[in-house]
């Protein structure tokens, strides 16, 4: 009887954790590279030679076997790249080669299904 008592109370709150379903969303980091999948020289602020790539780190969670979409974004600039995410959660990363007339503040963002944005991150360049 006691265990029948146990599985009445539990019975609902299990069914409903397997029903709600994780809103996709996703961790993004800046730094100077990706190493073993996870970002080095992490910051929010880079002062770099011309040329130099800049790196966003993601980890995507919710979206499995969709495609995510990175956009860099500075005043009228704006650059684009598209990943697939085959399970979740899942770790990747683009980059940005930052030339001179880069300077100032960007903004990244990713973008899932019907352009949702699942992450952003902001950090600023000065260039040598």
């Keep these: 009887m006691r265990h029948f008592l146990l599985a009445a109370m539990l019975l609902p709150a299990l069914l409903s ?3 709600t ?4 969303h996703a ?5 100077t590279a990706v190493e073993k999948m996870e970002i080095a020289g992490e910051a929010t602020g880079f002062k770099v030679a011309a040329g130099t ?3 966003v780190w993601a980890k995507v969670m919710g979206a499995a076997n969709t495609t995510v979409t990175f956009v860099f974004n500075k005043g009228d600039k704006t650059s684009k790249q598209e990943l697939k995410v085959p399970r979740s959660p899942y770790r990747t990363h683009a980059y940005r080669t930052f030339r001179k007339g ?6 990244v963002r990713l973008l899932g299904d019907q352009d949702a944005e699942l992450g952003a991150a902001t ?4 260039l040598q």
């Design 17 to 19: 954790a397997q029903t």
């Design 123 to 126: 950090f600023m360049v000065e």
């Design 27 to 31: 961790e993004l980091k800046t730094g």
């Design 53 to 55: 790539r800049i790196y």
């Design 21 to 24: 379903a994780i809103r996709p």
């Design 102 to 107: 880069d300077e100032g503040e960007w903004t």
